[in-house]
């Protein structure tokens, strides 16, 4: 998946926690491609971990200082990701790296891209730069 200029909020912070983020789901992609996906799956699973916290709480307190009419609603999206992610890194824990983990972490970080960041953190980019 390709960084778009487009999704910008011209937050450096935020557009770089994104990039990293982008890079990381590029990476996951990598290692199932070359048949790898096992060895990644704990690492991506604690990066995770500490980059939400991070970055939720970062762009959070970004729509409350700027009066993001959504911020309810994204923060709700926020929470539910926090709680999809514990409950894979149970599975995970439980399981181990079985083949159905490492598609379950595969789909939750593309999906969260694709309907997320490409879409309602979009939506916040856009607000905010018009300000
Ligand atoms: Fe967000």
């Known amino acids: 998946m390709e960084w778009n200029d487009n999704l910008l909020t011209g937050v450096e912070k935020i557009d770089n926690q994104h990039k990293e983020l982008l890079r990381r789901v590029n990476n996951v992609l990598d290692a199932c491609n070359q048949r790898k996906g096992k060895e990644i799956v704990g690492e991506t699973l604690d990066f995770l971990e500490s980059y939400v916290a991070e970055h939720f709480h970062d ?30 890194k149970s599975r995970f824990e439980k399981d181990g790296a079985s083949i159905l983990v490492v598609i379950e972490v595969n789909k939750t970080i593309v999906g969260w891209l694709r309907d997320h960041i490409m879409k309602v953190d979009k939506e916040f980019a856009d607000y905010y730069k018009s300000r």
């Not at 762009?59 to 992610?85: M, T, V």
């Open 59 to 88: 762009e959070e307190n970004l729509q409350i200082e700027s009066q993001f009419p959504g911020y309810e609603g994204h923060r709700q999206l926020h929470a539910r990701f926090i709680k999809d992610l514990k409950d894979l």
